[in-house]
């Protein structure tokens, strides 16, 4: 259904949400219509205290303006903060990218097929590519450029500025994966995902305005404490204990894992997540580098444990404060290159987007970073340890972690490791590789979920991947087997845990998840018997 | 007193149209070096691994690898698939604007290589395949203003009568559609009524011996809207041509990482240099990037 008629209602007055969503509204996903439950309206108590004016959902527990010196404040810090955007010294990341943007969009929408979001939502207005970025780009000319003041409404720029505006802008920049799918589709090479994620910017920078999960309780909480997840290097050494008795318990071997080795080949950083919710994958690193013979070491220091930094979904200062002690602690442990564990947001962060953020010393000729996917299949190549594929005769799909593959190259070594390691061929998605869809939880999605922002997740920006697995498995559905679904990510596999949890494909399909490192160590021929045990909480 | 205008115009609307699009080309290019930015595929590695989008960074120890080796075929095939092929919107676009685009995009091509065909044959005039000439000028012209009348107009009613479309078509879309359309049905119908472009040929024979020659008025019409265009194009987003280089070339496919002591290293340094005055409260105002990256305001 077609709720919107003009950009210009982004304005409009009123606390009712200016496109509200109903499930039969959303992509039809055949066979699961009954046991979705439908989408809960915000709870009363939220409504008299929260903003919900975009679509009904929010991830913002911060009260809404009740002054208009209240309103007035926001809207004024709203515009100084445009300005910096288009400022180059306080923007030189991407003012570039972002005039660009602004000023060649041809508006042909050819985007708009391409994001899982809008087709997802049944093609909401509001979710396709082009909304958000076509009411900053009338905002900009309005407020910031000398044509659009003399002939605002021939250029367009007829959007008025006011609470509404931006608190509905605010809400939009978090209904955008940033996985960057249309931008591989864009004629002119507009990234519409640049643009949600310069919105993001935008409010952190100037205002301190973000998601809990990503400011006060991620880059904060991390440059403070040493992980977003609130665990210290004390935590730490004892998750690296936990980690070594999984390590025994299910194979029998006993292996120390190697903190703070000073001068190793390799700096292992993982997704401190990973320590936390799935064990088991750090412990599958360990297992495979034991004996695979490669010097490597975990670091103990602050931040050194956990490779997250969610400053590249919206704050370039904390994205540069974060990378930058990262680069740093490989340098004073000595160690030829950090290697990224499973965690697609730091692949990309410190393997490609810190590259010029950082200074000289710490530029990626002088401390390189990779993935650790090439690294997997180097082991396989090597022969050094010995697989044996019918331990992973299971039906098995691969997701293409999008900061991993559309947006770093890397496709092919996953495959090469999972065609290796496993019985049965790989059951590719539709489409895959550098086209595949994100998982639904990029740009932080997996971790938001305050207030109601987590429904609105589980059915709208994961609906497509979930058609996807589905199609993936189709012929083998109703099969009385276990059946796999591969996503090298923790946010990724974050994200698939809710959504088969939502869908109920577990318990209905008997369909997992897991790790790479974790289906390799599965196939471990040196192994007394199964690494995965699928009746396990993941 | 038109006749000289005209002349004037002539030569002054190209000036304008490559002096205004120099200074906006240069500004673009001074402005900050951005972070890398890239998605994949892209033009860049050997071929296997273009055709499934892979990146050197699938190896390991690319980092010790040296990046000399030049991907510019491979470049220039992938933006000639999309210059003159229009290749992503025939593939990805919903509202069925392909054909129509198509046809406006080298209706415009034609037309700026029938102008040049108008100045190389009055240069050449008589030498050599002059008939070839004269045969080519009149073919390319016709189809130029064929296919951009057809393209331009077919925009502008989809832009008006979908209403997707139409919520994102402000009016200088239309005007810029509308623009277009004014140019090649006009030269259309100057060459119905002169069919061998004989006013065109002494329009643009006129304008480069500085000898006013006598107009038409279609004719007058067809090559006053033309350099008008040539003056507002390079104001208008209309240049997104140039803006694909910035875009696609130095940001989506822009894939080489930093050297220390490289000319982007140098960059990257000045730019570390700039103060931040974002007034976040977990920002240190005042300071350097640099200094924001060493640890400010923990």
Partial sequence: MKKITRLAQIASPGDEPLAPLSVDELMALPGLAQSVPPLAPPKPRWLESYDFSLDGFSDFDLPKPTTPEEGERLVNGFLSGL?????????????????????????????SEACHVYVGSGRQEIYRPTFRSEILRRLYQRYLTTGGKLLGPFLGADIELNVKTVWRLLELSYRCNLCRRCATVCPVG????????????????????????????????????????GMNPAGFRDLVECAEDIILEKTGKKIKLPVDKKGADILLIHNAGEFLSWPENPAAFAILFDAAGIDWTLSSEQLGYDAV??????????LARIAMRHVTLAKELGVNKIVVGECGHAHKTLCVVADRLLPGDLSLSEMPRESCLPLFWEIVKSGQVRFDPARNDFPITLHDPCNVVRLMGIVRPQR??????????????????????CCGGGGGFAIMDTLNFSQWRNNVSVRVKVSQILAAFEDVLDADADKCVIAPCSNCKGTLREALR????????????????????????????????????? | MFEWLMVLLGWGSVLLFVGVSAVKIFKLSRLPLNLRWEVYPSPHGPKERRRYGGSYMEETDWAQKPQTESFLLAELAEMGAEIFFLKRVRKHNPYGLWPFSMAMHWGTYLLMGWAGLLVVERIVGGVGQAVVLAYLVNSVGVAAFVLGAFGSLGLAVKRASHADLRLYTAPVDYFNLLFMAAIFVSGWLSWLADPALASHRAYVG???????????????LCFLLFELFLIYMPFSKLIHYFAKYFTIHLTLWEDSFRVKGSPVDEKVAAQLAYRVTWAGPHVAAGKTWLEQAQGEKK
């Fill in chain 1, 83 to 111: 300005e910096k955007l288009f400022d180059p010294q306080n923007n030189w990341p991407f003012v570039k990218n972002l005039r660009l943007a602004m000023d060649y969009c041809v508006r042909c929408q050819t985007c």
């Fill in chain 1, 190 to 229: 507009i990234d519409n995902a640049l643009i949600a994620r310069e919105i993001r910017k935008l409010f952190s920078q100037e205002l301190g305005i973000a998601p809990p999960e990503l400011l006060k309780k991620g880059t904060r909480q991390q440059l403070q404490v040493g992980s977003s997840t």
């Fill in chain 1, 309 to 318: 930094n969610y400053g590249v979904w919206f704050d370039d200062v904390e």
């Fill in chain 1, 416 to 437: 090469e490791v999972i065609k290796a390691v496993c019985a049965q061929p790989l059951r590719e998605m539709t489409p895959q590789g550098v086209e595949n869809y």
């Fill in chain 1, 502 to 538: 939502h869908y109920g494909l577990e318990e209905k399909y008997r369909i997992h998840y897991s790790g790479l490192a974790d289906l390799m160590v599965n196939a471990m021929a040196e192994l007394p018997g199964p690494y995965i045990k699928w009746n396990q909480e993941m």
């Fill in chain 2, 206 to 220: 006129g304008v480069l011996s500085f000898s006013p020659a006598a107009l038409p008025v279609l004719t007058g």
